[in-house]
Each structure stands twice: as C-alpha cells, then as structure tokens.
C-alpha cells in the first residue's frame, strides 16, 4: 500500500505533533502512585527494674595527707651553719638536732654577759659599805662648816674658809646622793643584767636547731658554710604520728555530713599508692575553702598513721548514714541533676528525683543513689543516655 507523501515543508510539524501525542499516551497510561507510609521511629534503650530499699551512700572526695601539727624551724640567731646531722625525709626523734650552727659567737656574749652580772653584784657590795662611810663624812664636813660659821660670824676666820667649807659639804651630799641612788638601783639593774645573761644562754641553745617532737623532716633549707640571719627558714618537720587527710566536701553534701557527724563517728576509705587505708571523720574545718565552695573534711587513720609523704593524692569514700527508699541506678540513668525516664508502655516518662549520693555496687562499679516518692518496686528505669531524651519519645527494649 503506498502511504501518502508529506510534503518536506511539513515534516517537522508532523513530527513534534507525534512527540507530543506520544508524551501524553505515556502520562495517561502511568501507573498510580502509593503514597509512602510514615512510621514513628522507636530508640532502642536498656531498661532496670528497681526495687527502692535501704542503701548506704558513699560520698566520694578528693584530697592530700596533711598534718596539724607542722613546724617550719627558723634560726633564732645569726651565724654560720657547722653541720646538718640528718637528711632530709628521716624520722627523727623528739630532741634530736637537726642542724648545728657556729656556736663561737654565742658563746662570747655569753661571758660577756656573765661577766656583767658579776662586776654589777662586786660593785654592790662596794656600794653598801661604801654607804656608811660617805654618810660618816658627811657628817665630819658638817661639823666644819659649821666651825666655819662660828669662826666668820666671830670675826676669827675668813670667809674664804666657810666657803670652802660649804662647797665641800655641798660635794660630799652630792657623793652620798649617787651611792643611794646606786644602791637602791642595783635590782633593777641585776634584773636587767640577768635578762640579757637568760637571752645570751637561750640564744647559746638555739644555735642547736633539735625536732621539737617526733617526727619526719621535710625539707632542709641550709648546707653546711652558709651564713644564716634571724628569722630565716633552716627546716621544716610534721608529726607522723598525727598524720591526717584534708578533703573538701562540696556545699550541697555539707548539711548530711554536718548531720552525721552530729549523731555519730563516720567512717571511710582511702586509697593511697594503691592502699587502702580506714579513716575516721574527725570533724570540719572552721574555714572554708577557696572560692568558699566547700569546706574541708579533717580525718584520721582508724590503725596507726602509715608513713606517709605531706601533700600525697588520696581518694576517698566517705560512708554516709543508710537512707531509705532509695534505689541505686548507673550515672547514665540520670539526665540534668535531678530528672530520670521510667518506660510506661513503649514512651519514656519523665520523673524528678532527688540525688542522695553514690554507693558501691557487689561488682565494685559506683552508681547513684536516688528517690521519689512516685518511684515504686517493679518500675522499669532507662538506663541508656539518649541525646534527644524527652517526655513521650518512643523507645524499644533492646535485646
């Protein structure tokens, strides 16, 4: 069959009219499209039953061994350092010397001061019977003058005699005036002296520099040749007997422990160098620390203080009296610092709690101590941080 030629003019007419009718024959006969269901997606999470009981929460801090009773030794005189007997970090016992200083100098202001005490009482005995004789003459140029007198008023003597006369009862009075005035100045002045001869023995002593308690030395600060003056800093040395650890607890847990040490000795642990160590809570310091955040813990150890170095790192649990209807979850139970998710169908559930410390759990792992008065035994708590937690997500148990 012969088709009809079109003229070449119209073919590309022809041909965009057929394009176009075969894009709509392609529209039209297109299957309908489904629309795309939306599905709520659902977090998987951990969950823990709880059963709210008695626990006992254990507060952990941080702190050093400290002693109270620490003594920075300073030089009392001046002179030359002639030996240092220990070193540094011994025990030494109380009244051993630590350091030894040149003790020539001391020594020569003793003797002087011995030397005046005893000049002062030879030269009051001499003052004492010197007394009785000024007062003898005086007495003797009395009776001239007084001769001196009759003579000028007779007209049988000059007046150059009385005169003479009068001024030599005037010096002896004078004379007898300063032997009184000796005398009757001597204890004072032996008082005086015998001060300066006690500050002369002290200073004689204290070029000794001897641990005024048992304890271990700290640190030295002089050698043997330096020239030390007074005040300067020759030794540091703290009890080891008295050893104790200083701790801040932070303000929020100052009112429990201020409440339990009202009602009886608390007790702890401590781990330093990797042993651990009893302690008992002596009490809080009567200072705040810096910042005024919290306020140190002072405890001692339960058995015989360990020889330990001052400043040494130490963790500690301090054990808080048993709380009631608490329940022990991990850290990752808790979002902000009072607020945990309870799984009620497959939502998660906000409930406010209160954080009554940590606890240890049997597998040596720490978790937190919390209550609420709406939390009840076979509730299930998510244990598992979700950055986008809030009220009504919907969660899965995962295996």
Do not use: C
Request: net charge neutral; glycine share 6%; charged share 25%.
């Amino acid at each position: 069959m012969n088709l009809p030629r079109i003229p070449r003019k119209l073919a590309p007419a022809v041909l965009i009219a057929a394009a176009v009718l075969v894009f709509f024959l392609l529209v039209a006969t297109r299957p309908a499209k489904m629309p795309a269901e939306v599905r709520e997606r659902a977090w998987p999470v951990a969950v823990e039953t709880v059963t709210p009981g008695s626990h006992t929460p254990v507060l952990t801090l941080y702190g050093a061994v400290d002693s109270p009773r620490a003594a920075v030794l300073t030089a009392a005189v001046a002179a030359y350092v002639a030996e240092v007997p220990v070193r540094e970090g011994a025990v030494a016992t109380a009244g051993a010397p630590l350091v030894l200083l040149d003790e020539r100098d001391a020594r020569l202001v003793l003797a002087q001061r011995e030397a005046q005490v005893t000049s002062a009482k030879r030269s009051h005995r001499n003052d004492v019977q010197a007394l009785e004789r000024e007062r003898e003459l005086l007495r003797l140029v009395e009776k001239t003058a007084e001769r001196a007198q009759t003579m000028v008023a007779r007209n049988l003597g000059p007046q150059s005699s009385l005169d003479e006369a009068n001024a030599a009862l005037e010096r002896q009075r004078l004379s007898l005036a300063t032997r009184e005035l000796a005398v009757a100045d001597y204890p004072q002045r032996l008082v005086q002296l015998e001060a300066q001869l006690e500050q002369a023995r002290l200073d004689m002593e204290r070029t000794r520099i001897i641990a005024p308690f048992h304890g271990r030395v700290a640190a030295l600060h002089v050698a043997p040749g330096d020239r030390v003056r007074v005040g300067d800093r020759i030794a540091e040395i703290y009890d080891v007997e008295g050893l104790e650890i200083r701790a801040t607890v932070p303000a929020p847990w100052l009112p429990a422990v201020r409440a339990a040490v009202a009602v009886g000795e608390m007790r702890g642990t401590a781990v330093i160098d990797g042993v651990a160590y009893e302690l008992l809570l002596t009490g809080l310091s009567g200072r705040a620390g810096a910042g005024g955040a919290g306020v140190d813990a002072l405890l001692r150890f339960a058995q015989e203080a360990p020889e330990l170095s001052l400043g040494r790192f130490a963790e500690m649990r301090l054990h808080l009296p048993v709380v009631e209807q608490a329940v022990a979850l991990p850290h990752e139970a808790l979002y902000g610092r009072d607020r945990i998710y309870r799984l009620v169908g497959d939502r998660m559930a906000a409930l406010p709690v209160e954080r009554l410390g940590e606890t240890v759990a049997e597998d040596g792992s720490t978790r937190l101590l919390l209550r609420s008065p709406a939390l009840r035994a076979g509730d299930r708590v998510i244990i598992t941080r979700l950055p986008n937690a809030l009220e009504g997500l919907r969660v899965m148990v995962a295996e």
